[in-house]
């Protein structure tokens, strides 16, 4: 075993020993990126002077990769997209000053779908990135690189984004844990906005423990992100010693058990879930979340309506792209966006600048807005019946590359993870078995109240005790990522 | 309901092809048909969700700070003379 091979957890007790040193694990993930990126296109970009210089100042720092959307100054910051090729970051985003003072430094930029906007990182103008379980497959997106750079052991952990889904169905697909925070947990200062009320960073580990400690590390209030209440940070780390189901209501929404498109593997291994809860002390109750059966509707309005005023800012005046053939200011901005931004981008704007335009915005926006309250309500009410929900986090497991073609057909992806992600509550992604037939990993996922994250990865922790964690998964599955 | 694909567009300051243009209007009207289904959920009474969760009007005590070097912040400019991004012209009848 290497020490890219290892967890936050892992790699800090090696530090406690003196065994070894930051610089040490940067060259260790250094030589795995050098050997492994090749096959499996988990990183964009990866400075590999800056990250040893800081691991030579912090020598007890934990190297995490960095999805290309997150600034860091000094660094490319593309977001997946020709329109921000040779930007340079000016400043740091809070998350990443955050988790420098909690000792971790940034190391390496890994790919997504561009603007964070698809579910197989196939979106990405940079690179193609592949599933370390299966290189024929995606790694899920949008943050697909994050998670195949932790599934794939070529970093020790990861920061991912997940506006509907862009943490948690990577996570499943890679057999990683991936946790997306409550809304307003974690600051969006200096994360490039794709859909506003909804973004949020959050850590893609090896397992509970890690996730916790690095979710510790970057949240709480930031002033530059109004979103961010003033609530403290719990230690999460600590919080799960010994963590228990013993007594812990576990919710099962029944309209998640008739969704249509699962596949076979995944109810079968969600099932198993919902019994080694039991078996744990979990009592098991039904829940009713009435209003899913709207929530894509409801986020195919709101999210491209935000991001098609997020993305206003790419004219080609201040920073990116700019047309070599514009004659005016409006030839500039219409010819500058069309050569900078790929299909998915643009699809969204268009349906984005429709929802919210004069005639259209009551039918739409402000109706979708308000069948989104009516989605939230189901949440309170649900977790007023119990602790936590557990749900499939995709409908399959990793798809083929190039399989999904049709639009809609790949945003049914995100079927399981956007009612949370519209509520604004916390969810989890936790490996939880592989399929009989594929061969693949799959997730679940739990769901807890808003800024609930303590009981979150309590449960999560307490599942995975249950369960096995990643890698023992992996092990008794004979299955390990096929980049070695 | 249809989707004005060109109209869309050109608010949003977006130029499409031809071929996109096409390749959009039949996917859009396909995701546009699946979104109406909202129109079926009674939201009588209903206040809108505007955002991610119930935090509002959050002030902040109004103080001078250092802000971004102005190199810095000119460092990704396309195009920039002196201390400005440089633009083509706007104004009829100016210089450029």
Redesign the interface.
Known sequence: MELCDLGIKELKDVFAKGEASAEDAVKSVIARVRAKNGSIGAYVSFDEEAALALARENPKSVPVAVKDLINVKGQPCTCGSKILE???S??DATVIANMKKAGFIPAGRVNMDEFAMGSSTENSALAVTRNPYDVSRVPGGSSGGSAAAVGGDMCIAALGTDTGGSIRQPASFCNIVGVKP???RVSRYGVTAFAS??DQVGPMAKCVDDAAVLLGAIAGRD?RD??T?SLPVPDYAAALEGASLKGVKIGLPKEYSRMDGMDGEVKRITDEAVERCAGAGAEIVEVSLP?S??A???Y??IAPAEA?ANL?RF????????SKD?????S????S??EG?G?EV??R???????L?SGYYD??Y?????????I?RDFDEAFAKCDALLTPCAPTPAFKLGEVQ???TM?LNDLFTIPSS?A?VCAAAVPAGFAADTRLPVGVQFICG?FEEEKLLKVSKAFENATGTARDLAAAAGKIPSVF | MK???A???E??????SRE?KD??QS??D???G????????D?EG????????T?VN?F?EDEVEES??RE??L?????RTGDE?L????VEGAES
């Open positions: 040779g930007y340079t000016p400043y409550s809304y307003g009320s909804l002033p109004g979103t209440p209003h059966e709207y894509m509707a409801v195919y309005i098609s206003a004219d080609g005046v201040r920073y990116g792209h700019r514009a004659s005016d200011v409006y500039l901005y219409v010819k966006r069309a931004f299909a643009k699809r704007i268009i349906m984005g600048t429709y929802v335009s039918a739409y402000l109706r979708a807005q308000k069948v989104r309250t009516l939230r049709d639009p809609l945003y519209l604004g808003a | 989707i004005d694909v109209y869309a567009a608010l949003a300051r977006l130029e499409l996109e390749l959009f996917q859009l396909g995701i546009v699946y979104v109406e289904k909202i129109s079926e959920v939201v209903v206040e809108p969700m505007m955002h991610g969760h935090l959050v902040r971004m070097d810095d912040a460092a990704n400019a396309p195009a991004f633009l083509p012209k706007i």
